[in-house]
């Protein structure tokens, strides 16, 4: 792996270079997150190094605990890491104060909660969550709410309120308010998980076609609708990263202290938990001892 | 409690809306749950009444119904007496404030621009109103915060804070001490309470006992009928707390 700049781009940049020159929309680099509560520590994160790819979707994918939200929770500027950098456009965030941050956020990253729902204002219809939305990013209102409508199919529902809305049209409504003011990320955690499998391929496919257009997204999910549409997928375990996919071929990820995850399956190879490694002509052995 | 100085429309007994033998079923499945049977009531301005019923028994749909998300397959819902005024659905959030078990908080916006959100939009309300709706919740040490940044029970305060701004004349809440300690559950039903003395008609749906000691009426609804289930002795005003004047 060449060391041409943050640690896991290379391999993103090789594999989406088609597009053209890959930009960056984030970047984590050597993200640790340790929780204390009354039991003792919990390492949720243990050293991420990873690039989030400019006009592309990345999903990030892993078992409950293997510290999906809390990555999310950083790349959505609402958590801080406990040592390591985190940038999000052009923005170190990792240091920054609560006040700064919170004030940051509006114009750097949008997020989108699984429950369609829980995105939404009860009170307000389809077009006025479009305008609050351009305002909060300090735009004006300028007739795009309707266009961003129309595109995510819900021109004719422009008036109606979220109760009157399906799951499905939510979560649409609820995207086309996350790209408004083109923000350098949107971070969504499992935005499928509660639609059917119909609705859930209207809305990854929308996700794609907006990613085509140059906006950014790092998805938390399981659903292979939503991992299909990925152009990179992370595979999370135990807090660290375990394997990269791009353009259908799966790599694993050394850190930065050059420790590799055996794959789950191949464990049961090495029950005492050692192996002996060899090198030879350019390929590492791993066996049982 | 009676209001001399209000208008006519909010002064107590005055009918805010009236359901008039509504039906309401939807699909479950293969199966079809008969939400609402034939459901007839009146709420009149200055009251609270209380909805109790177990979980699935069509609490929240009646309240759906009532704010015009869902539509009744028969009957009709009467608003301020009007057969032929507009339905509940256009009708702003100063007229049906709705709090959901969905809070639906904007994640962007702090805690005081969440419950100032009716301004920010141009309708009315003010940020004197929206200061003493946080105390009155006890939420303004965390006016600044984000609602990530609060426990569920603030983020459900912060709802009912941002539904009362405009002084509604009709209040729907959907368990609204569903996630409070026993402390603050007191402290919501009490404010409540107190937004019924510029005339709004609160509709509450609760499992809460402790609902019952704000309530002037209790309904119950059981197999999607609603029966009238007497009149509790009501919390005095003397009870509520003094902090809190309702917006006008």
């Known amino acids: 792996?060449?060391?041409?700049?943050?640690?896991?781009?290379?391999?993103?940049?090789?594999?989406?270079?088609?597009?053209?020159?890959?930009?960056?929309?984030?970047?984590?680099?050597?993200?640790?997150?340790?929780?204390?509560?009354?039991?003792?520590?919990?390492?949720?994160?243990?050293?991420?190094?990873?690039?989030?790819?400019?006009?592309?979707?990345?999903?990030?994918?892993?078992?409950?605990?293997?510290?999906?939200?809390?990555?999310?929770?950083?790349?959505?500027?609402?958590?801080?890491?406990?040592?390591?950098?985190?940038?999000?456009?052009?923005?170190?965030?990792?240091?920054?104060?609560?006040?700064?941050?919170?004030?940051?956020?509006r114009h750097l990253v949008s997020f989108m909660f699984q429950r369609p729902s829980d995105n939404l204002v009860p009170y307000l219809t389809a077009e006025e969550h479009l305008d609050m939305a351009a305002e909060m990013r300090g735009l004006r209102p300028d007739g795009r709410s309707v266009e961003l409508l129309g595109m995510v199919g819900l021109r004719a529902r422009r008036g109606h309120r979220p109760a009157q809305l399906s799951g499905g049209e939510q979560a649409r409504l609820a995207l086309a308010c996350s790209v408004i003011g083109r923000p350098s990320l949107v971070v969504a955690d499992e935005p499928t998980a509660e639609l059917d499998s119909e609705s859930a391929g209207v809305l990854m496919e929308l996700v794609a076609g907006l990613a085509e257009e140059g906006y950014s997204f790092v998805v938390a999910t399981h659903d292979p609708i939503a991992m299909r549409v990925a152009d990179l997928t992370l595979h999370l375990r135990h807090g660290a990263m375990e394997a990269e996919t791009a353009a259908d071929r799966q790599l694993s990820v050394i850190d930065a202290f050059g420790r590799i995850q055996i794959p789950p399956a191949a464990l049961r190879l090495f029950p005492d938990r050692r192996a002996v490694i060899t090198t030879e002509d350019g390929h590492l052995k791993v066996s049982p001892p | 409690m009676t209001s001399g100085i209000l208008p006519v429309e909010r002064a107590d007994g005055a009918t805010v809306v009236e359901v008039r033998d509504v039906h309401k079923s939807y699909r479950r499945g293969s199966e079809e749950v008969h939400a609402l049977r034939g459901v007839s009531l009146a709420l009149q301005a200055g009251e609270v009444a209380v909805l109790m019923g177990p979980s699935g028994s069509g609490k929240s749909t009646l309240l759906n119904v009532l704010c015009g998300w869902e539509h009744p397959e028969r009957g009709e819902i009467v608003w301020m007496g009007d057969p032929s005024g507009p339905p509940p659905s256009q009708l702003r959030w100063d007229q049906i404030a709705i709090v959901p078990q969905n809070l639906g908080l904007m994640e962007e916006l702090s805690i005081r621009e969440n419950v100032s959100l009716s301004i920010r939009l141009g309708l009315s309300g003010s940020m004197e109103d929206v200061d003493e709706l946080l105390s009155a919740f006890g939420l303004e040490h965390l006016a600044a915060r984000s609602p990530w940044e609060v426990s569920l029970g603030e983020q459900q305060r912060t709802a009912l804070a941002r539904a009362l701004v405009l002084a509604p004349r009709l209040l729907l809440a959907d368990e609204p001490t569903g996630h409070q300690d026993e402390a603050f559950a007191r402290r919501v039903l009490r404010v409540i309470r107190a937004a019924t003395r510029i005339g709004t008609s609160c509709l509450i749906a609760s499992h809460n006992e402790e609902a019952l000691r704000i309530a002037d009426r209790v309904l119950t609804i059981r197999d999607g009928v609603v029966r009238e289930s007497g009149t509790p002795s009501t919390t005095q005003d003397d009870e509520l707390p003094r902090t809190f004047s309702p917006p006008r």
């Open chain 1, 1 to 105: 792996m060449p060391a041409d700049g943050p640690r896991g781009r290379s391999f993103a940049a090789s594999h989406l270079g088609s597009r053209g020159p890959l930009s960056i929309a984030a970047t984590c680099t050597g993200i640790v997150k340790i929780y204390w509560c009354e039991t003792g520590e919990v390492h949720a994160l243990k050293g991420i190094d990873a690039a989030f790819p400019a006009g592309a979707v990345t999903a990030v994918a892993g078992p409950s605990g293997s510290g999906k939200s809390s990555l999310l929770r950083i790349l959505a500027c609402v958590d801080h890491p406990t040592a390591g950098q985190v940038r999000v456009g052009d923005q170190d965030v990792s240091g920054l104060k609560v006040g700064r941050l919170r004030r940051l956020r």
